[in-house]
């Protein structure tokens, strides 16, 4: 472990990770890269240079991809692993993990949330405020599960799947990669192909 935190992303999702990894207090300085120019500092943490600066940090800072969007969170952080970065995994204080959860790296887990046992969690995951997330769970690589969405025990979460906000899904379930479910959805039943899904219980939107 390095003293020192690089946080990729100063937007909505990397503040939350900042003020995460302040009340960790492992690191004795936070800074963040954000590719956007107007953007010098946040939170009072300074931007101190553009994502394509990050090899420069690489040897200093343990690095964290704050970036919400799966896909750009997958791409960069498999580009850190590449270039040997040391990524952390960062836990509220106030978030409950029962015995014989796996967590790996890149994951944020938010304040308030509850994972219950013998559950798995991929890298580079959201787990967001106040979810809950039963027992015998798989969770994989880039899922976002968004703030107050309940899982049930024994549901599988495909790599990059985005749960939204206030979603149900009930035991049993797994859901396939690369899928978006709907704010406040309910998912009972297998979903087996990619797409967005809405409603309750959910219906695959077309458009
Ligand atoms: C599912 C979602 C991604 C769809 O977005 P979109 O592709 O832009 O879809 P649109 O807004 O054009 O809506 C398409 C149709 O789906 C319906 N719809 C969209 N989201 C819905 C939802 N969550 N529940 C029920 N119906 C929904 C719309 O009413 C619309 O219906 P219509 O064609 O009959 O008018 C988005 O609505 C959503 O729920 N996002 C999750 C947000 C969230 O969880 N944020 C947390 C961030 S931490």
Redesign the pocket.
């Known amino acids: 472990m390095n003293r020192k935190l690089l946080i990729i992303g100063a937007s909505g999702?990397g503040k939350v990770v900042a003020d995460i990894a302040k009340k960790i207090s492992k690191w004795d300085s936070i800074a963040f890269l954000d590719d956007d120019e107007n953007k010098t500092q946040a939170m009072n943490i300074k931007v101190i240079g553009k994502i394509s600066d990050v090899y420069k940090y690489i040897d200093d800072y343990d690095i964290f991809v704050g970036i919400?969007n799966n896909y750009t969170r997958e791409r960069i952080q498999e580009h850190l692993e590449k270039l040997g970065a040391n990524i952390p995994i960062l836990i509220h204080p106030e978030a409950i993990l029962s015995e014989d959860v796996e967590v790996k790296q890149g994951t944020v887990i938010m304040a308030g949330a509850i994972i219950n046992c013998s559950t798995r969690i991929g890298k580079g995951c959201?787990i967001?405020t106040g979810v809950t997330i039963d027992h015998d769970n798989i969770i994989e690589d880039y899922v976002?599960i968004?703030?107050g969405a309940n899982l049930a025990g024994t549901v599988i979460v495909g790599a990059k799947t985005?749960?939204?906000?206030?979603?149900v899904v009930s035991n049993n379930v797994n859901i396939t990669s690369n899928c978006?479910?709907?704010?406040?959805?309910l998912v009972i039943k297998d979903i087996k192909e990619a797409g967005?899904?809405?409603?309750?219980p959910v219906r695959k939107?077309t458009?």
């Open positions: 999702h919400g959201i967001n976002h968004s703030p985005w749960i939204g906000i206030g979603s978006i479910i709907g704010a406040g959805a967005t899904y809405v409603g309750v939107l458009k």
